[in-house]
Structures are given as structure tokens and as C-alpha cells.
């Protein structure tokens, strides 16, 4: 169909080349470059530029572009109404979440939702906010879910609650003892950071910087999973919402402890959403999901802050 040849041309074209569009889409490169040639010989026009380093598009595949995302999400939509009008909800809904919100929340609403909905299927690709906030504006994902941070024009931010980010420490460390902790009282202590999370690295980076304070980073990763044992073992002080790190949060391993005066400590968590673009059936139904899901998150998380303080 017309869609498929378009599907492939748009994953090659997000990917920058034929072997990661290949490995998207699970399909032989071979047969995705013979669908781009084909589409390159049907319009008469190149459609990318071969450089060493992979494909950019020229000036006519920017226009294809535009025009293979909005068939796309036509067909999609057409998938979506002819499934409502079987009394189901069809198709699949593309989500790009936080990392953190990868560890539970997510899985549990995906498969809440996949038991209501047996007939929608998902992709999910996590990442920084900004990565999140391109894939949204740019049609390359349903529901983006991110803090209240900069974000493109077309894109609205909805059904958001407090999620502030904390000083994660051990149960032993010297600052699980404190009701709140500055920057400065975290910088005298080894710091465990997060890579690839722009603009919140960048934050934390400038705050110490005008305190005149930059910590030792013994370890910086881009996997939540690499730093949590480094937390729970009592070598440094990280920095995450409640979410990532709730399990060690829940037995009593690592304590979150609320910064003060800090940016960082009034951040909101809530669903990045497109302004203009229509989404489907299923894509509107799980923002519903979604939005409740959260509501009930933010209120267990500011009760738990408060116990803990109480208890101190």
C-alpha cells in the first residue's frame, strides 16, 4: 500500500540512514533502500543526499516529508475510526517518556490499559526533555510525558502535578537526616549525575556554578539502573523525582530529601501533548488514563514527602 512505502521513507529519513531505518521498522535494509528508490523513480525527484556519513534529506524530501507525515496520520486515523466503529479502539499509540517513568508508572499503565484495550499496540522511546518535546511538535510521537520545562509552540501541557526533584541519598548519609538540603550542602559531596538530560544537568551545573560550588561527579551515566546501587551503597548524591527511585524510596534504602532554593525543586511532571494535531481513538483514551494516573501519583508522592518530614 501507499502507506507502507511512506512509513519506510519516514523512518529513513528520522534515522539518517537505511540500516538504523532497517533496524526500526525490522526489515531487511535491502528492501527498505529498494521502497526509497522506487519512491525516488515514481516522484522523479532525489529524495535524499548520499553523504559519507549517511542520507539528508534535499529540499524535495523535506516537501515529501511533510506530505508522507501527514498521510501517515491520516491513515492512522482512518485505522482508528473504521476500528470505533467496530466498538473497539485500534492502531498504536506512541509515547516518549522520561527515563525514570520507565521503571513502574509506565509499564503498570501500559498494561492496564492493554487489558481494557487488547487491540492497541505501543512504542515507546524514552529520553531527555528536549528529545521529548521534538518528537511531540514533529508528529513522531501521541503523548510525550515531561516536566514543565521550554517546549515548541504547537505543543500543550496538561494534567500536571508536583514532581520536584531531590537529593536522593543512602539511609545512613549524612544529609537523610535533614527536612531540606541546599545545592551547596550536596556539592560537599560526591555527586552521581545523570548524562543526556538536558536542560536538568544544565541546571544543576549553573546553580552550583553561581554558588561557586561544582562538586566532585564520581559518576555520571545515562542509565537510572547504574546509579541507583551507587545511591543505596551511600557514594554520592543524586538527583531524581520520586518516580525513578521508588522502589529503594519505599523499603527504606534511599531517602529523597527536598531541595530548597532550587529551580529544580518545583518542577511539574505531567502529558506533552500536541495543540493542532488530531490524535486517535486510542491516543485520546490513554491521555485520559494517563492524566488520572498522574493526579493519583502526585497526591501519594506529596503525602509520602510529608510523612517523611513529620518523621524527623
Not at 55 to 63: D, E, F, K
Not at 160 to 184: G, I
Not at 192 to 199: G, I, R, V, Y
Request: hydrophobic letters at 45%; aromatic letters at 4%.
Amino acid at each position: 500500500m501507499h502507506a507502507v512505502v511512506l512509513r519506510y521513507f519516514a523512518a529513513v529519513a528520522r534515522a539518517g540512514s537505511i540500516r538504523a531505518a532497517s533496524e526500526e521498522l525490522h526489515v531487511a535494509g535491502s528492501a527498505v533502500s529498494r521502497q526509497i528508490q522506487k519512491l525516488e523513480d515514481e516522484l522523479g525527484v532525489q529524495l535524499f543526499e548520499r553523504l559519507p556519513n549517511g542520507l539528508r534529506l534535499t529540499q524535495a524530501g523535506i516537501v515529501t516529508l511533510r506530505h508522507a507525515k501527514s498521510t501517515l496520520q491520516e491513515f492512522e486515523l482512518l485505522k482508528s475510526e473504521l476500528g470505533s466503529l467496530r466498538g473497539e479502539k485500534t492502531g498504536v499509540v506512541r509515547i516518549a517518556p522520561l527515563d525514570s517513568l520507565l521503571v513502574r508508572f509506565l509499564p503498570e499503565q501500559i498494561l492496564a490499559f492493554h487489558q481494557a484495550n487488547p487491540s492497541v499496540d505501543f512504542r515507546v522511546q524514552s529520553g531527555p526533555h528536549s528529545r521529548i518535546a521534538t518528537q511531540v511538535a514533529e508528529g513522531e510521537a501521541d503523548i510525550g510525558i515531561t516536566f514543565n520545562l521550554a517546549r515548541p509552540e504547537d505543543t500543550e501541557f496538561i494534567s500536571d502535578v508536583a514532581m520536584p526533584l531531590m537529593a536522593m541519598v543512602s539511609k545512613d548519609h549524612a544529609l537523610a537526616r535533614l527536612n531540606t538540603v541546599t545545592l551547596t550542602q550536596c556539592a560537599q559531596f560526591n555527586l552521581l549525575l545523570q548524562m543526556d538530560t538536558e536542560p536538568i544537568r544544565s541546571l544543576i551545573e549553573v546553580e552550583l556554578s553561581v554558588l561557586e560550588r561544582t562538586g566532585r561527579t564520581l559518576v555520571a551515566s545515562n542509565n537510572l539502573m547504574m546509579l541507583k546501587p551507587m545511591v543505596e551503597a551511600g557514594a554520592g548524591v543524586a538527583f531524581y523525582t520520586p518516580i525513578g527511585l521508588a522502589d529503594g524510596l519505599e523499603k527504606g534504602s534511599i531517602v529523597g530529601v527536598p531541595l530548597e532554593g532550587s529551580r529544580l525543586g518545583g518542577l511539574r511532571l505531567g502529558l506533552l501533548i500536541p495543540r493542532r494535531r488530531q490524535l486517535t481513538h486510542a491516543a485520546s483514551a490513554m491521555i485520559d488514563q494517563l492524566s488520572g494516573a498522574l493526579a493519583v501519583l502526585g497526591k501519594e508522592w506529596q503525602e509520602r514527602i510529608a510523612r517523611q518530614a513529620r518523621s524527623q
